[in-house]
């Protein structure tokens, strides 16, 4: 096999490779932007910052958390 030969073949493969690292960049972009990513982040901070404090169940966060955001508005758009 040429070394032409070999590229036509891994160029379709490589171009997959970039496809599906593009998705998953935008994927965590967006989980991100929506909050979808926040409790995961939170209960690492607590791990790492704070290993003796109680970590609130997910519920329990949300719940904090969409309070917190009723009593301080601030600028978000609804």
């Not at 490779?17 to 982040?41: E, F, N, P």
């Not at 109680?54 to 508005?73: G, H, V, Y």
Request: proline share 6%; net charge positive; glycine share 2%.
């Amino acid at each position: 096999m040429t070394v032409s030969e070999l590229n036509a073949r891994s160029a379709p493969a490589a171009a997959w490779r970039r496809v599906r690292s593009a998705a998953a960049k935008i994927r965590w972009y967006v989980t991100t932007l929506m909050g979808d990513r926040a409790y995961d982040v939170y209960v690492a901070h607590v791990r790492s910052q704070h290993p003796d404090a109680p970590i609130p169940t997910e519920r329990q966060f949300w719940c904090d958390r969409m309070a917190e955001q009723d009593r301080n508005p601030g600028a978000r758009c609804c």
